[in-house]
């Protein structure tokens, strides 16, 4: 067996399976969607426990030869599988404090052995229904994989940090294209939604089309501490209401923000970005939200300090509308999570009528 990085291949697997189900909208619309939509239901696999909690792949003794797990005879040695936890944890180590390595291995094993027999699983019974998949098609499925990585990233980057090549992501892109049409022939070509279920889902799940009241909000922050006596708190509020006749004067609030405010934010002029109800701690919560546009509010206090608020923009709470973008959002939705219903229901079947064995267990 080659040996493949499973943990990003199974991604981009998993990844370009629903890109070619039922296409691709752009990144812009996926965001609008995310914040009315539920999340996507979890596909849970139920394969195998790969690893008891107990064992620590740091300590096997296996020869390199061995096999770890055999799905169908197809076997995953040890050697192949230290190699792929090596280069995992290559990429993400510095990122891992010492301490929670070990814990990290564990776990990192088990997901490698549970990709294994995803993965095999999948290949073994395309190549049993002799399913094929086109240069044209994969080709085709990776600008649809490009058009879902945030801006800046490219697929060359991410075949570079997990160290695959080319080769490796083509096959697993041409695998991802020969599942769907497994899938796809499960549903007997009927996969998008009808405009019953549409407004049904829409009527059914009203409350996530609910966009909640926010505020844009900036301020300054005069930290105090718990060691603080009165006097000391006594001089922070007044230097916060002295910053606020400087801002009621004309002052440049993020100019005053950058040099004395002592939260994070200072660095962006004090700006907040946009605030839902629940994110604040009650009393900012309460002025930001009930401060006129632009006002620059009065000194507030809360457990982190003395605050100068001032509103930029306020939205009122509104509920998304069932329009032709609203239904065309949900029918995606809908169509994804039809998919990745059959898709678990297709790994569960492949999953009791295989022959997976789990060594050193």
């Keep these: 067996m080659k040996n493949r990085k499973y943990s990003t291949l199974i991604a981009i697997l998993t990844c370009l399976a629903l890109l070619v189900m039922v296409g691709c909208n752009s990144k812009e619309e996926k965001l609008k969607v995310a914040k009315v939509l539920p999340a996507k239901p979890e596909?849970?696999?139920?394969?195998?426990?790969?690893?008891?909690?107990?064992v620590s792949p740091s300590t096997t003794l296996a020869e390199p030869s061995a096999a770890v797990v055999e799905v169908n005879g197809t076997k995953l040695t040890q050697?192949?599988?230290?190699?792929?936890?090596?280069d995992s944890l290559a990429a993400i180590g510095s990122q891992v404090p010492a301490d929670r390595l070990p814990q990290v291995r564990t776990n990192l094993r088990k997901r490698l052995i549970d990709e294994f027999i995803l993965r095999t699983l999948l290949t073994d019974e395309v190549n049993r229904q002799k399913i094929s998949a086109t240069k044209q098609e994969v080709a085709?499925?990776?600008?649809?994989?490009?058009?879902?990585?945030?801006?800046?990233?490219?697929?060359e980057e991410i075949m570079k940090k997990n160290r695959i090549s080319e080769k490796e992501m083509r096959e697993e892109i041409g695998l991802g294209i020969k599942v769907n049409r497994i899938v796809l022939s499960s549903l007997g070509g009927k996969v998008k939604p009808t405009e019953e279920e549409i407004t049904k889902f829409y009527q059914k799940n009203k409350d996530k089309f609910k966009i909640p009241e926010t505020v844009h909000a900036r301020h300054i922050?005069?930290?105090?501490?718990?060691?603080?006596?009165d006097k000391t708190k006594t001089e922070k509020r007044a230097k916060a209401e002295d910053l606020r006749k400087q801002l009621l004067a004309g002052a440049d609030f993020a100019d005053l923000a950058r040099k004395n405010s002592d939260c994070p934010s200072k660095e962006n002029g004090g700006d907040l970005g946009m605030i839902s109800r629940g994110q604040m701690v009650k009393p900012f919560e309460d002025a930001?939200?009930?401060?006129?546009?632009?006002?620059?509010?009065p000194v507030v206090e809360t457990d982190f300090g003395y605050?100068?608020?001032q509103v930029l923009q306020?939205?009122?709470p509104q509920t998304v509308n069932l329009d032709e973008k609203t239904k065309k959002d949900i029918a995606s939705f809908l169509e994804?999570?039809?998919?990745?219903?059959?898709?678990?229901?297709?790994?569960?079947?492949l999953r009791a009528k295989a022959n997976i064995l789990i060594h050193g267990q």
């Design 43 to 54: 596909v849970k696999q139920e394969l195998p426990q790969a690893v008891p909690p107990s």
């Design 79 to 86: 050697g192949q599988l230290d190699r792929e936890i090596r």
């Design 140 to 155: 085709e499925a990776i600008d649809k994989f490009k058009a879902t990585l945030p801006s800046g990233v490219t697929v």
């Design 221 to 229: 922050l005069i930290a105090k501490t718990p060691a603080d006596n």
């Design 288 to 297: 930001a939200f009930s401060q006129k546009k632009d006002a620059i509010g």
């Design 307 to 309: 605050h100068i608020i």
């Design 314 to 316: 306020h939205n009122e």
């Design 336 to 349: 994804r999570e039809k998919m990745q219903e059959v898709f678990a229901s297709l790994v569960k079947k």
